[in-house]
């Protein structure tokens, strides 16, 4: 890849184009796989609403908001304490292992 392509694909991906000659390759690289999952969720999100309108419009009679967003009412309730530690705990006994044991 040349210069240029790197720095139109930098811009195609929406970034500033004043911001590419700051960047080093990891950091170049890392943002654009950051575009490409953006990309990726957001075609997902236009699919997903596709979908949906699709099925609701097959519907004999369209649900009630409330029953088609699962019923639900208000905010969710907070996680637990313990609930909140043990994934804490999980992930910080998963960043101590060595990379060997990550497997």
């Known amino acids: 890849?040349?210069?240029?392509?790197?720095?139109?694909?930098?811009?195609?991906?929406?970034?500033?184009?004043?911001?590419?000659?700051?960047?080093?390759?990891?950091?170049?690289?890392l943002a654009m796989r950051g575009a490409r999952a953006r990309i990726r969720a957001e075609q997902e999100a236009r699919a997903w609403l596709a979908w949906h309108v699709e099925a609701l419009r097959r519907c004999p009679s369209l649900p009630s908001f409330r029953s088609f967003l699962g019923g639900r009412s208000g905010p969710e309730a907070p996680q637990p304490a313990t609930e909140m530690q043990a994934m804490f705990d999980t992930v910080a006994t998963a960043w101590a292992r060595s990379p060997a044991a990550r497997g």
């Open 1 to 29: 890849m040349t210069l240029e392509s790197l720095f139109e694909a930098h811009v195609a991906a929406g970034f500033d184009p004043a911001a590419f000659q700051d960047l080093s390759l990891k950091e170049y690289g």
